[in-house]
């Protein structure tokens, strides 16, 4: 089992950057893969970012280039660091790992406000 702590959500004004954190427990080493995912109200989730046992990565087009996620292994953490924040941005982020042949684990969700 696996349990998902995030932090760091809150406001900040368009332009602004943040950083989200999520610190993964329990059976951490099965875990293959850790990401962000994000819901707007009366939106789908969208999938933000991406990261694998071996360090690839991967973004949705939206964040590419503003947007970097990374992982701490000492602390067993991931990161995503957002800046040039725009109100579009404004939603719950959730963190997720993936555990082979196992169902995904997701955080609680932090919220992320963009607004000036």
């Known amino acids: 089992q696996v349990q998902l702590v995030e932090s760091g959500g809150g406001l900040v004004q368009p332009g602004g950057s943040l950083r989200l954190s999520c610190a993964a427990s329990?059976?951490?080493?099965?875990?293959?893969?850790m990401g962000w995912y994000r819901q707007a109200p009366g939106e789908e989730r969208e999938l933000v970012a991406t990261i694998t046992s071996d360090g690839s990565t991967n973004y949705a087009d939206s964040v590419k280039g503003r947007f970097t996620i990374s992982r701490d292994n000492a602390k067993n953490t991931v990161y995503l660091q957002m800046s040039s924040l725009k109100p579009e941005d404004t939603a719950v982020y959730y963190c997720?790992?993936?555990?082979?042949?196992?169902?995904?684990?997701w955080g609680q969700g932090t919220q992320v406000t963009v607004s000036s």
């Open positions: 329990g059976n951490i080493y099965s875990i293959n893969a």
């Open positions: 997720i790992a993936k555990r082979r042949f196992s169902n995904p684990t």
